[in-house]
């Protein structure tokens, strides 16, 4: 599965500090849980692709 294949997959997603000083990702799907934890520089840098990607994506016309 790749960025651009549809999926029927619901999943949620939670972000938040932990009490380590660490910022964490937990995505929960069905039973599965994932937790990601990175250090505050890491999730900067997500931050910004995210931010990036976004910029992007409203750029881009829908296929109708």
């Known amino acids: 599965m790749g960025i651009n294949d549809d999926s029927n997959i619901e999943a949620n997603l939670q972000i938040g500090p932990t009490d380590h000083g660490m910022v964490r990702l937990f995505i929960t799907a069905d039973r599965l849980e994932i937790p990601m934890d990175f250090s505050p520089e890491e999730a900067e840098e997500i ?18």
């Open 47 to 64: 931050a910004e692709e995210i931010r990036a990607a976004a910029a992007t994506a409203g750029k881009v016309k829908p296929r109708r």
